[in-house]
């Protein structure tokens, strides 16, 4: 069945760095775009950033455009979220999702992981 697993977040201080990575199985995984998500409490899930197959097409919301990178090594089925100049607004728990479709018109399957709980203190 198909698996995702969450895992590099933590505790990180205003305008530091985290590297998340989703290890993904069950699944062709160059065959379907991917995406992060974030949850803060008390709000709706969100897109941070999606990926196509191929990894070389990407979307990012407005929000974390210009700080974040999304990439994928599909040799090792995972997906990367490099998240650089972080601000207290980036804490959330941060989800991986595959999805059907491309990094634009991207439709979420409801496989998702454990998530992986992003701190920032200012």
């Known amino acids: 069945q198909v698996q995702l697993v969450e895992s590099g977040g933590g505790l990180a201080q205003a305008g530091e760095s985290l590297r998340l990575s989703c290890a993904a199985s069950g699944f062709a995984f160059s065959s379907y775009p991917m995406g992060w998500f974030r949850q803060a409490p008390g709000k709706e899930r969100e897109t941070v950033a999606r990926?196509?197959?191929?990894?070389?097409?990407?979307y990012y919301a407005d929000s974390v455009k210009g700080r974040f990178t999304i990439s994928r090594d599909n040799a090792k089925n995972t997906v990367y979220l490099q998240m650089n100049s972080l601000k207290p607004q980036d804490t959330a728990v941060y989800y991986c999702?595959?999805?059907?479709?491309?990094?634009?018109?991207?439709?979420?399957?409801?496989?998702w992981g454990q998530g992986t709980q992003v701190t920032v203190n200012s």
């Open positions: 990926i196509n197959g191929g990894g070389g097409s990407t």
């Open positions: 999702n595959r999805g059907l479709g491309s990094a634009y018109v991207y439709t979420r399957l409801n496989d």
